[in-house]
């Protein structure tokens, strides 16, 4: 970005130890966890494509209000609603089911708190969509706590930032092919 208030960003700090080093995809400025960055342009270039191919797969944690249907553990279900632009409110995301492109997140719990009304849950974005688990979350009636765009004004204020964490990455080097897995443990 520009302006000094944008100069301190993932990109400038890991150049600083690897020079050349690129990234490879974003995560929501609110988001913690791990991103995936290149060391060359070619190395980019296949992990890109990787992505737009859907064959990287990611793992998402984060707490929600309320107290998400409970099921059986490693029992996983699916959020299949249409992502729009909100094109008066942008950045926002609506669910449209006229002009929405197909968004499918996959979900499961992993741990109810009824002491304070909330559920950790794991995610699996099957599409890429802008915002899709904050916006999908929140369309089923669980906003993740903090988030200041998609949540209602009480599970806003419930945490101090946003209770998203991308946690895991499964990938095929792009030079070998050989599968890694990349994990980052939660702050929240």
């Known amino acids: ?95 449209d089911p006229v002009l929405g492109k197909p968004s499918l997140t996959r979900w499961r719990v992993l741990a109810h708190h009824p002491d304070v009304d909330t559920t950790r849950v794991e995610l699996e974005p099957m599409t890429g969509r802008t915002h899709q688990l904050r916006v999908h979350l929140a369309a089923v009636g669980h906003p993740i706590l903090g988030d200041a765009l998609y949540a209602d004004a009480a599970a806003h204020v419930r945490a101090p930032r946003l209770l998203l964490h991308a946690a895991r990455l499964a990938f095929q080097h792009p030079g070998t092919g050989q599968w890694l897995e990349a994990s980052s443990p939660l702050p929240f």
């Open 1 to 95: 970005g520009r302006g000094p208030e944008k100069q301190d960003c993932l990109s400038r700090r890991a150049q600083q130890l690897w020079p050349g080093a690129l990234i490879v995809h974003r995560l929501d400025q609110a988001t913690s966890g791990l991103v995936l960055m290149a060391r060359n342009p070619e190395a980019q270039r296949r992990l890109g494509r990787a992505f737009e191919l859907r064959q990287v797969h990611k793992r998402y944690q984060a707490i929600v209000a309320g107290c998400m249907a409970p099921r059986p553990p490693h029992l996983w279900d699916t959020i299949d609603l249409p992502i729009a632009a909100d094109w008066e409110r942008r950045p926002l995301r609506i669910i």
